[in-house]
Nanobody, 118 residues
């Protein structure tokens, strides 16, 4: 069973940066995609970014493209989300997710809070 544990959230001023980490365990991830989602108060959870574990192919939501970068570390079984030029609208709980390529997102972390003050 896949287990995901996020870390790295916190409070930052607008224009600042944060780096989120997701430690993954429970299986090998060669056929997996890993991603980040976020949920702001009163809003639905939304897609932020994803990476294919083996190929490294990435995708981003339009709202974060050019500001956020997703990456993975094979040796540590970890996924990262580098967030630059943060805006108040980036404030949300950020969730790490995993799923088989072509399948649903079926493993989720507990979430980490990111708060951007303006």
């Amino acid at each position: 069973q896949v287990q995901l544990v996020e870390s790295g959230g916190g409070l930052v001023q607008a224009g600042g940066s944060l780096r989120l980490s997701c430690a993954a365990s429970g299986r090998t991830f060669s056929s997996y995609m890993m991603g980040w989602f976020r949920q702001a108060p009163g809003k639905e959870r939304e897609f932020v970014s994803r990476i294919f574990w083996t190929s490294g192919s990435t995708a981003y939501a339009g709202s974060v493209k050019g500001r956020f970068t997703i990456s993975r570390d094979y040796a540590k079984s970890a996924v990262y989300l580098q967030m630059n030029s943060l805006k108040s609208e980036d404030t949300a709980v950020y969730y790490c997710a995993a799923g088989l390529l072509g399948g649903p997102w079926d493993a989720w972390g507990q979430g980490t809070q990111v708060t951007v003050s303006s």
